[in-house]
């Protein structure tokens, strides 16, 4: 597997745990809500940091607000 591929994948691995986070913590007590979309937003984070290292242009700055 090339360099790309592995980008690829690792990119898509952190955005769907993110997202999988984000979606089961609707579903949990509101501690532990709060410490799944924290996580979620974390990878979110990590996401951005590699694609910018990678010298990819990141679509939506996380910390944006």
Do not use: Y
Request: hydrophobic share 45%; aromatic share 6%; glycine share 2%.
């Amino acid at each position: 597997m090339n360099s790309t591929a592995i980008d690829a994948a690792f990119t898509k691995a952190l955005r769907s745990r993110a997202e999988s986070l984000r979606f089961r913590s609707s579903s949990l007590n509101p501690v532990l809500a709060a410490t799944f979309q924290r996580r979620a937003c974390e990878l979110d984070l990590e996401l951005w940091v590699h694609e910018v290292r990678n010298g990819i242009t990141p679509a939506d700055p996380p910390l944006a607000a």
